[in-house]
């Protein structure tokens, strides 16, 4: 969070699209009053970030402010609140990109086409990704075949079609939220997934779900709302 101060004479745009000026009075949750001429110090939360490093550490936080001893490559903003319809969309490179983590809380609202065959990624660390408003999970990790670790998917996700397509290192269960609709080659080809498969209430698309997933365990699943299971359980 970046402090600011409130002065006279000085406009803030704050949430409703009011303005603070000088000679008005605002009323604020602390209970004092803000008043013209008088300066307070409040927090204004900065914009969303993806910082890119020549080492392939890729960054979300926020804030624009550069990491110590390390080469900055580019960075990216404004993709908080869009759900990109293309690959070519994602304004970032994938194919340099070799770890990424969240220095702060990050809150998209989709995660479509965000790391599409970005055959680099190895490491993926999730703390601080708020999946609170991720609805899209659309090939998110498309060809990721370097990736480790466990699959995450959001409570409120709908769609997880390819998610983890071709994303043969990961280890770890599959997972599935409940307001999943699509899971259509969500986990194709994870062949060193462990555990039992995993189907919502919800699902009604499991084509090609599981196929290749020969070190699952457990039993087979299907949702009372599923209409398709093409080659689900193939190999």
């Known amino acids: 969070m970046a402090h600011k101060s409130l002065v006279n004479g000085t406009a803030y745009n704050v949430t409703g699209g009011k303005s603070m000026v000088s000679g008005s009075v605002y009323d604020i949750k602390s209970g004092r009053t803000l008043v013209g001429g008088t300066g307070y110090d409040i927090k204004f939360e900065e914009d969303a970030y993806a ?52 220095k702060d809380e990050i809150s998209p609202i989709s995660l479509t086409y965000w790391f599409y065959d970005a055959r680099n990624l190895s490491n993926f660390n999730a703390n601080n990704l708020n999946m609170n408003k991720v609805i899209y999970m659309i090939n998110t990790y498309h060809g990721c075949y370097n990736l480790t670790g466990s699959p995450i998917c959001g409570e409120n996700v709908t769609s997880m079609n390819s998610a983890y397509y071709n994303c043969y290192n990961l280890t770890g269960s599959p997972v599935c939220g409940e307001k ?11 062949n060193n997934l462990t555990g039992s498969p995993v189907c919502g209430e919800n699902v009604t698309d499991m084509g090609y779900t599981y196929h290749g997933c020969y070190n699952l365990t457990g039993s087979p699943v299907c949702g009372e709302k599923v209409t398709s299971m093409n080659n689900t359980y193939y190999y």
């Open 51 to 102: 910082m890119l490093y020549s080492d392939g550490d890729f960054v979300f936080q926020r804030g624009d402010e550069v990491e110590d001893g390390k080469t900055l490559t580019k960075s990216y903003t404004g993709f908080e609140d869009k759900s990109y319809a293309y690959p070519s969309y994602v304004p970032w490179c994938y194919k340099n990109i070799k770890n990424v983590y969240f």
């Open 180 to 190: 999943v609709v699509y899971m259509n080659n969500t986990y194709y080809y994870c």
